[in-house]
T-cell receptor, first 114, second 110 residues
Framework: DGGITQSPKYLFRKEGQNVTLSCEQN?????MYWYRQDPGQGLRLIYY???????QKGDIAEGYSVSREKKESFPLTVTSAQKNPTAFYLC?????????????FGQGTRLTVV | RKEVEQDPGPFNVPEGATVAFNCTYS??????FFWYRQDCRKEPKLLMS???SGNEDGRFTAQLNRASQYISLLIRDSKLSDSATYLC???????????FGTGTSLTVIP
């Protein structure tokens, strides 16, 4: 089945640690995105990538880093510089290019700082 | 004006009722619009895409009013399983990004 897979589903981080969230898609989509969702708030864009080996900062990129070495994969690292990382993280993909098509989401990773 | 605005609700309606949500957007050049459904602690899932004046899929109808810059989602014969948060999504002008509304909460009551 085609889709987007995020792992892990739940992640606990100690203060000062870096953690990496995985996102893999087999939809052959060019564009991939990372969003953060906090309770009662909308989705906020962290980073996005329209093509392999290229990515851009979104609205709240500070304290996060990404890579796009393969079309299928777009991992997100939450660094120790992110002061309030506890949130629900969603990865998405879309066909990209110039066509404004819909985005499809992975099941999300719930990150908690302990 | 925010890029995308939704009434957060909550909307509490009895089973079988008809309910409508509105979403306003600021960019008059927007060409496509999406409604997503998000269940509690789950990912958003595409419900409907709107590329012209509207779209209909069973009990769900989305309508676009370009003059007033809003899209609506109408749910007829509400089911308990329709209880969720409904997100309005509008593509940004560049970079294949999206603006997400904060969502409208719907609870269908037996």
């Amino acid at each position: 089945d085609g889709g987007i897979t995020q792992s892990p589903k739940y992640l606990f981080r100690k203060e000062g640690q870096n953690v990496t969230l995985s996102c893999e898609q087999n939809l052959n989509h060019d564009a991939m995105y990372w969003y953060r969702q906090d309770p009662g708030q909308g989705l906020r864009l962290i980073y996005y990538s329209q093509i392999v080996n290229d990515f851009q900062k979104g609205d709240i990129a500070e304290g996060y880093s990404v890579s796009r070495e393969k079309k299928e994969s777009f991992p997100l690292t939450v660094t120790s510089a992110q002061k309030n990382p506890t949130a629900f993280y969603l990865c998405a993909s879309s066909m990209g290019q110039i066509t404004y098509t819909e985005a499809f989401f992975g099941q999300g990773t719930r990150l908690t700082v302990v | 004006r925010k890029e995308v605005e939704q009434d957060p609700g909550p909307f509490n309606v009895p089973e079988g009722a008809t309910v409508a949500f509105n979403c306003t957007y600021s960019n008059s050049a927007s060409q496509s619009f999406f409604w997503y459904r998000q269940d509690c602690r789950k990912e958003p899932k595409l419900l409907m895409s709107v590329y012209s004046s509207g779209n209909e899929d069973g009990r769900f109808t989305a309508q676009l009013n370009r003059a007033s810059q809003y899209i609506s989602l109408l749910i007829r014969d509400s089911k308990l399983s329709d209880s969720a948060t409904y997100l309005c999504v509008v593509p940004r002008d560049t970079g294949n990004q999206f603006y997400f509304g904060t969502g409208t909460s719907l609870t269908v009551i037996p």
